[in-house]
């Protein structure tokens, strides 16, 4: 909003020039998401209070602590965390631009899927939400719809190709599986951070992290001359979509304060899954597909450990890990909740490093 009243009045205010610039745009994206989160945080974790007197159910089969502490902590704030996102985007990006608003549109579909989700689980005072088999569809339902935006507003040349990090020309194109890879991606990247989001503020620090990441890496990759340097695709408009992640890290920071230990209150699903879906669009969008895997490979770890753990018990009646996903495996060890989440987020952090190391050894 703000880019298009100054291209509108910069003849007449100089000082408007300042709006055109991406790197300011993202700075205060970032500063007004985070009030946003300041200001509107307590009034909505109190509206969320009121219509959850027993607060987010809590698993019977998870450790003894959860069920003592973190009783009555209501869930949901993932809409807090929307309302931030998409309120910073809308001011500060360029709203002619297409890929932010399939970004925006990840947020809102998964959000929305996360929300049912969330209020099924507080209807029933139980921790199951809806059907696996539903919950599933309707990913890959806006999956499906994202994806194919995506692949028509790409580059004929690479809209199906895939660049795999420290190879300087190792490039594949999957043709038409590659809109099975995108589904994967979207569908996997909002259920992993979903399977994170376990402990006071161990889901949404990894996510500020990994969208900080791709904040610099959407800005390269929107600048022809930063592109060609680092050899990476030079994709036109993705620029904007650092704006939309430096919304994500201001909420995200918004966020933390409420939900650092102990939590005001959960995202829920409402917030992982949107959250989630968010990230793995941005990486679909900017042709860094296998890079997020290495920046969020936290949350790929917490999903191979429930995969595995399914497996081995399903194959061989025992289970690999004391509990799933990992970070209740650790719990069992006798590891602190604050010692964990902590740990986990130096792992994030040289992730993140390691991933923005492979733009330019390649």
């Not at 809209?159 to 038409?176: A, V």
Request: charged share 10%.
């Amino acid at each position: 909003m703000f880019k298009f009243l100054a291209q509108e009045y910069v003849n007449q205010y100089s000082f408007l020039n300042l709006f055109n610039f991406i790197t300011f745009r993202v700075g205060a994206s970032i500063l007004t998401s985070l009030f946003f989160s300041l200001i509107f945080g307590q009034f909505i974790i109190n509206k969320l209070s009121k219509i959850q007197p027993n607060g987010q159910p809590i698993r019977n089969d998870g450790p003894q602590t959860h069920i003592i502490k973190k009783a009555g902590t209501p869930t949901m704030g993932g809409v807090l965390i929307i309302l931030s996102v998409f309120s910073s985007s809308v001011l500060w990006s360029d709203l002619y631009n297409s890929f932010v608003w399939i970004g925006l549109l990840a947020l809102i579909s998964f959000g929305f899927i996360g929300l049912i989700d969330d209020y099924n689980k507080i209807k029933s005072n139980s921790s199951n939400g809806l059907k696996a088999v539903t919950r599933i569809i309707l990913q890959i339902f806006f999956s499906l719809i994202i994806s194919l935006v995506i692949l028509k507003m790409q580059d004929d040349q690479i809209d199906t190709t895939i660049s795999f990090p420290f190879f300087k020309n190792l490039i594949i194109n999957f043709g038409y599986f590659y809109l099975l890879i995108s589904l994967f991606i979207l569908v996997g990247s909002a259920n992993a951070v979903n399977l994170t989001d376990g402990l006071d503020g161990l889901a949404i620090v990894p996510v500020m992290i990994v969208a900080m990441t791709f904040a610099f890496i959407a800005y390269v990759s929107g600048n022809v001359v930063f592109a060609e340097y680092l050899l990476i695709n030079y994709i036109p408009g993705t620029g904007e979509l650092s704006v939309l992640c430096g919304a994500l890290v201001g909420s995200a920071l918004g966020f933390l304060w409420f939900n650092a230990p102990p939590a005001k209150v959960f995202m829920g699903d409402t917030g992982s899954l949107a959250l989630g879906a968010t990230l793995g669009s941005i990486a679909l969008m900017v042709k860094h597909e296998i890079v997020l895997a290495i920046a969020g490979g936290l949350f790929v770890l917490e999903t191979l450990s429930v995969v595995i753990q399914v497996v081995s018990f399903k194959l061989t009646g025992k289970r690999v890990f004391r509990m799933a996903p990992l970070h209740h495996h650790y719990e069992k060890k006798g590891w602190s909740e604050p010692t964990i989440v902590i740990r986990f987020w130096i792992i994030t952090f040289v992730l993140a490093l390691l991933s923005l190391a492979t733009l330019k050894i390649r």
